[in-house]
């Protein structure tokens, strides 16, 4: 499988409770390579626009609101499978159904402070990593730059 970036943004209740070392050490562990990352506190169209996919859910103006209630850290991070993998390594979305070991599994309170959103197939990482960052902002690994024991 070829190398392939996803999103990965760390919600206000996971900031606020201090694990964004824990959660970027889960994906460093894995073996993935942090291609970009900010400490963010995006305006309310900006995550209407993110959420657009959910907007009609009765869920979405409580979702927008706490995930205006505080930064968030978003991220990309960069390997093989990323997306599928690093859905496993976030866990189920409601963390009641999430095994331990996984970050919602060992980190999250509820399915409405689940720590993580993390992009579920290629084309919505893509739209996600373009929206939420711009292209300078990414980082080219070459091969060059470090020799990965994992490659």
Same mark, same amino acid.
Request: charged residues 25%; aromatic residues 10%.
């Given at each position: ?27 460093? @562990? ?20 993110? /959420? ?13 609101? /706490? ?26 979305? @409601? ?11 060992? /980190? ?38 470090? @020799?990965?024991?994992?490659?």
């Amino acid at each position: 499988m070829a190398d392939e970036q996803t999103f990965i943004a760390i919600k206000p209740d996971g900031v606020q409770r201090g694990l964004i070392g824990p959660i970027i050490s889960r994906f460093e @562990n894995r073996g993935f390579k942090l291609v970009a990352m900010k400490l963010t506190s995006p305006t309310q169209e900006h995550l209407e626009k993110h /959420y657009a996919d959910l907007a009609g859910k009765p869920f979405f103006k409580g979702l927008v609101a /706490y995930m205006l209630s505080g930064p968030i850290c978003a991220m990309v991070w960069e390997g093989k499978d990323a997306v599928k993998t690093g859905r496993t390594i976030l866990g189920a979305t @409601n963390p009641l159904a999430s095994a331990p070991g996984t970050i919602r599994g060992d /980190y999250a309170l509820d399915v409405g402070r689940n720590v993580c959103h993390g992009s579920d197939s290629v084309e919505n990482a893509k739209k996600e990593i373009n929206l939420w960052f711009t292209a300078s902002e990414l980082l080219k690994w070459k091969h060059s730059q470090a @020799n990965w024991v994992f490659e």
